[in-house]
Nanobody
Framework: QVQLVESGGGLVQAGGSLRLSCAAS????????MGWYRQAPGKQRESVTSITSGGRTIYADSVKGRFTISRDNAKNTVYLQMNSLNPDDTAVYSCNARAGLVYADYWGKGTLVTVSS
């Protein structure tokens, strides 16, 4: 089992920045990859970015060049640095971990990011 706790959401003006954190606990050694998803009001959840245990990263086209995922293995924490935010980035951002041989999904409760115009 893996537990995930997000923090760092809030209200920011367009053009501003926020950094989200996701602290993992439990069966840390079983984690294969971690990432961030978001769900805007009335829309389906979408993948934003992910990072594998080997450090490979993937980004959605909509956030490339603006968002950066990173990790601190000593703190079992993954970060999402979000720059040049715009109102389309408004969503609940959830941390995801895939762990174990079957790549089971674990989710945090999510943190709300609101970008005002």
């Amino acid at each position: 089992q893996v537990q995930l706790v997000e923090s760092g959401g809030g209200l920011v003006q367009a053009g501003g920045s926020l950094r989200l954190s996701c602290a993992a606990s439990g069966s840390i050694v079983s984690i294969n990859a971690m990432g961030w998803y978001r769900q805007a009001p009335g829309k389906q959840r979408e993948s934003v970015t992910s990072i594998t245990s080997g450090g490979r990263t993937i980004y959605a086209d909509s956030v490339k060049g603006r968002f950066t995922i990173s990790r601190d293995n000593a703190k079992n924490t993954v970060y999402l640095q979000m720059n040049s935010l715009n109102p389309d980035d408004t969503a609940v951002y959830s941390c995801n971990a895939r762990a174990g041989l079957v790549y089971a999904d674990y989710w945090g409760k999510g943190t709300l990011v609101t970008v005002s115009s």
